[in-house]
Structures are given as C-alpha cells and as structure tokens.
C-alpha cells in the first residue's frame, strides 16, 4: 500500500490530488524524462492511475510530454514560488546568504526539514566548482547532511525514535554513516556544541559546516551550511576560520525573523 493509497478521515482526503502530486514528485534531476511505466513505479500508482495523473497535468501546462516520455514544464515553479514568495524567513536568509558567499567565496545554502529529508530552499552559490550539484527544492536524506544534522538535533527522544524506525538510511558515499548508534552519537553532540559537520558524507570531495537558525520561541527554524571541496579547505579551515562567521550569519538572520514575527 503506497501513501496515496493509505486510509484517509472520509470528505477530508483528495486521492486523485495526491495522486497528481505523487506524478510531479516522481521527477527529479536524475529523473527529467519519464515514460507511463516510469512514473507509475516511482509514484507507487497503477499504470491506468498515472496515466490520468500525467494527462491532466499536461492539460493544466504542469507536464510536457516527447516520444512517449513526460517531462515537467516550467509552470511547475510556480507551486514552489508560492512557497518561497510567502516566507518571511526564506527571503532574510537568502539575503545573509549572498552576503556570506561573497564575502567568504565558497557556496552557502539553507535547508528545512521536510519528511526525513532536507529541503533545500535558499542558496548562494561560489564560483568554485564543487562536486555536487544542488539547488532550490533539491532533497537530501537528513540523517548525513550538516543541515540535517542540525535540525534533526532539536527532535525530542520519541521524534527521533520515529525518525530512525521509518526512514532507511543508505550508503551516499564511501563516508556515509548509517549506524543509528552512532548518528544518535554525533547528534548530541551537535545538541550540545550547537553546530555539525559533515565530511563527505554526502560526495567524496565535499564537506561542510551547518549552524540552524532559531525562531523566536527557540525552535529550529532552519539550518544554513558552508560548503566545499577538500582539495582547497581542510576541516581545521572549516571551523577555524568559517565557522565563526556562519554562527555570526546564523545568529543575525535568527534576530531579523524574530523582529519580523514581533512587528506583525
């Protein structure tokens, strides 16, 4: 039984939209061109389900379709503008952010919690190239990510109970920790110090520092990373010199929101 198809409260629950939004999730980078079959197995539909799904939303301009393949349309941004239009927070941030990048030269990003997964929804990204690709609405698994360290750091003891019984962690890299011993390990200790690290865990030739930003009532709104490549920054350099001024950055941006949230 897949998601779209779980017992819902009767008049409370679409099935076809979630159906739809299954189809448009079921593309992704690695993923820009999929056939009926494609998109039917990676949503978790029937054929005949997908196939309604796919149709509609090519009609709405949301889906394109080439030689029997389907791919998104540009409309598809729109739902996630809706999104980074409306938060407060997103449009603080990214404003800190370029700030950062170009004051340090390395790429910065901020990332949400979202479904055992890290979201990536603000960026500023350096000239120096970098092994991985990230942008807007990217996902990353949270449980080997600095941001979702971070975050995954304010779960309470049953939240993270939850946390490691339903989502699986998987090997990303040679690096990758998956031992929930372990994460619960390094977890309290970014609790503890108030920032994590992550040393190419997530790509071989990457690493990265992330500290959260902190709503007015102490929840962890968000967390902003550093990121770069081994080759030019040890992780000595990584906290000695850049941590500082991402706390810094972290804490600036987490006084903005919370002055945000009193004037309103």
């Not at 409306?86 to 919690?113: K, W």
Request: net charge negative; with cysteine; glycine share 6%.
């Amino acid at each position: 039984m897949t998601d779209t198809d779980q017992a819902r409260p009767s008049g409370e629950f679409v099935q076809s939209l979630a159906r739809g939004l299954a189809v448009i999730r079921a593309f992704s980078n690695e993923r820009s061109m999929l056939t009926l079959a494609d998109v039917a197995r990676i949503a978790g539909l029937s054929r005949a389900s997908a196939r309604r799904s796919l149709l509609t939303l090519e009609s709405l301009g949301y889906i394109g379709s080439r030689e029997n393949r389907f791919y998104l349309r540009p409309r598809v941004l729109d739902l996630g503008y809706a999104f980074l239009s409306s938060s407060s927070v997103v449009d603080i941030t990214q404003d800190h952010l370029r700030r950062l990048s170009a004051r340090i030269g390395e790429s910065c990003s901020a990332c949400e919690y979202d479904d055992g997964d890290v979201v990536y929804v603000a960026r500023a990204a350096a000239d120096s190239v970098m092994p991985i690709r990230l942008g807007i609405g990217r996902r990353l698994p949270a449980f080997c990510t600095s941001t979702g360290l971070v975050l995954l750091s304010a779960f309470s003891d049953e939240a993270l109970d939850e946390f490691f019984e339903k989502y699986p962690r998987e090997k990303i890299s040679p690096a990758t920790v998956t031992d929930e011993a372990k994460i619960r390990e390094r977890l309290h200790e970014v609790r503890e110090r108030g920032w994590s690290l992550n040393n190419q865990e997530v790509d071989l030739g990457g690493r990265s520092v992330a500290a959260p930003i902190v709503g007015p009532s102490g929840e962890y709104l968000s967390a902003v990373n550093i990121t770069v490549s081994t080759s030019r920054v040890s992780v000595e350099q990584l906290v000695d010199e850049y941590l500082p001024q991402l706390l810094e950055t972290t804490k600036q941006i987490s006084s903005e929101v919370a002055l945000v949230a009193r004037q309103r």
